[in-house]
């Protein structure tokens, strides 16, 4: 990703880009790649972790501080995080994986509800 700007990203049946958040104590940059579903202007996310019982480092660090920014396509975009709920939630998280069907398989391996971030242009 880093090596292209962005152009070119693909990990299995989705696209990816490049997150930038600042770590929740240290304050340093800290970049991953993340697979990504467009929602109008906005990029969705799971926090899925593989399936992991906690949080991915990147998604406590947005919670901490939810400005943060996307690499996609050669161009830097700055965005501001959230958490889908509700309706929104659950639009989003069936049409995730219905592209993506590894995710069901992530949410049996935890008993937290993996987050769907939505990441908003600002």
């Known amino acids: 990703m880093r090596l292209t700007g962005g152009r070119f ?3 299995g049946t989705l696209p990816s880009l490049l997150l930038t ?3 929740r104590t240290s304050g340093n940059a800290r970049e991953v790649t993340l697979n990504y579903m467009a929602d109008g202007r906005s990029f969705v996310v799971i926090a899925s ?6 949080d991915p480092a990147w998604w ?3 919670k901490a501080n939810p400005e943060g920014e996307v690499l996609l396509a050669g161009r830097r975009s700055r965005i501001r ?3 889908a709920e509700g309706p929104e939630r659950a639009a989003l998280w069936d049409r995730f994986v219905a592209t993506d069907p590894s995710y069901a398989e992530y949410q049996t391996r935890t008993t ?3 987050p ?3 990441l908003d242009p600002i």
């Open 49 to 54: 972790y593989g399936g992991e019982d906690r």
């Open 60 to 62: 406590r660090n947005l």
């Open 116 to 118: 769907v971030i939505v």
């Open 9 to 11: 990203g693909r990990t």
């Open 112 to 114: 937290r509800r993996l």
């Open 21 to 23: 958040t600042r770590g």
């Open 81 to 83: 995080a959230r958490e």
